[in-house]
């Protein structure tokens, strides 16, 4: 596609459930990154994928967050067990080079997570 | 740990004034983003600056880069409506570290 996307783009779900959150990167983008931005705030990084491998998990706040990647393709953020303080808005970004960390990051649309 | 701070954090501007917004960071880096968010929706690249004394100018914005004094600033020429938004710097240590960002809001 030409742009990052994200799905859903809105997601309300009751305290203690599972959420799955994904994230489909520019085709050919190697790196992708996870961000989170509570209201009214910047941004959070969470975690950086190289491929489909995650060298610095160290945003994660706790571990009831985990990210995978197929590949160079979709990713996916899941938050299990959900609490109110994870609302946010989560927001996926991709970049082109593996090796040049220091390309543009072009962001997704986000996803609106509500926990209720 | 890497600390991004912009000031100010709201911006009330009046249409055809000139505004300036400032970035200061902690650690040496030579490259830095403005990235603009409007209400609801994601993050646009505004710019990028890639050394010491870089400026990039697009309408009435304008984004220069000090790496010794490690300060970027974000001028507005003559605000217009259009420009009200939430401004973020940027800089890049593999993983982006953001400021909390200037809400600005253009009034008549």
């Known amino acids: 596609g030409a742009g990052v996307s994200q799905s859903p783009s809105n997601k309300v779900t009751e305290k203690g459930k599972d959420v799955e959150l994904r994230c489909d990167p520019i085709?050919?983008?190697?790196?992708l990154y996870w961000y989170r931005q509570r209201l009214g705030q910047g941004l959070e990084f969470l975690i950086y994928?190289?491929?489909?491998?995650?060298?610095?998990k160290s945003g994660l706040p706790s571990d009831r967050f985990s990210a995978e990647r197929t590949g160079e393709s979709v990713s996916t953020l899941t938050i299990q067990r959900t609490q109110q303080e994870d609302s946010a808005v989560y927001l996926c970004?991709?970049?082109?080079?593996?090796?040049?960390?220091?390309?543009?990051?072009?962001f997704g649309p986000g996803t609106r997570l509500l926990v209720l | 740990e890497l600390k991004v701070e912009q000031n100010p954090l709201f911006l009330s501007m009046q249409e055809g004034k000139n505004y300036t917004i400032y970035c200061n960071y902690s650690?040496?880096?030579?490259?830095l983003y403005w990235y603009r968010q409007d209400p609801g929706k994601s993050l646009e690249s505004l710019f990028v600056?890639?050394?010491?004394?870089a400026v990039k100018q697009e309408g009435r914005l304008m984004a220069s880069l000090d790496t010794k004094a490690r300060l970027s600033t974000l001028h507005i020429t003559a605000a217009v409506h259009d420009l009200s938004a939430t401004y973020f710097c940027?800089?890049?240590?593999?993983?982006?570290?953001f400021g909390a960002g200037t809400t600005v809001t253009v009034r008549a």
């Open positions: 970004a991709s970049s082109s080079r593996l090796a040049d960390y220091q390309e543009t990051q072009y």
């Open positions: 085709s050919g983008h190697t790196a």
């Open positions: 994928f190289q491929g489909n491998s995650a060298p610095d």
């Open positions: 650690t040496t880096s030579d490259r």
């Open positions: 600056l890639l050394s010491n004394g």
């Open positions: 940027a800089v890049n240590d593999y993983k982006l570290s």
